[in-house]
Nanobody
């Protein structure tokens, strides 16, 4: 279907910022929304943010609200996750995902295609 390639992860100190990118390769005509999820060792995959692929709406999870923002550059087939005021508890592997439905946007099971992830590590 489509291939999702994340980038932008790295090591940052608490209070710093990072911007993650997710490039959508292949046929993207069926995508209606993109999502960002994260997963730390021993924890379940957690919803971070979602954004309409062609629409203008977006949403972020409660744990990152006020610090993270999600955006899209349609010309580049790319979505971004701007992460500010990073905390050690934000440390996780971050995944980009695509879905053809808007029914379950805050659940991992609602997405069809996934990237391989990019690691974000925030030091204390």
């Amino acid at each position: 279907q489509v291939q999702l390639v994340e980038s932008g992860g790295g090591l940052v100190q608490a209070g710093g910022s990072l911007r993650l990118s997710c490039v959508v390769l292949g046929r993207a005509s069926s995508i209606v929304a993109m999502g960002w999820f994260r997963q730390a060792p021993g924890k379940e995959r957690e919803f971070v943010a979602t954004i309409g692929w062609r629409g203008s709406w977006n949403s972020v999870g409660d744990s990152v609200k006020g610090r993270f923002t999600v955006s899209r550059d349609s010309a580049k087939n790319t979505v971004y996750l701007q992460m500010n005021t990073l905390k050690p508890e934000d440390t996780a592997n971050y995944y980009c995902a695509a879905t053809t439905s808007v029914v379950r946007l805050t659940r991992a099971a609602g997405y069809d295609d996934w990237g391989q992830g990019t690691q974000v590590t925030v030091s204390s």
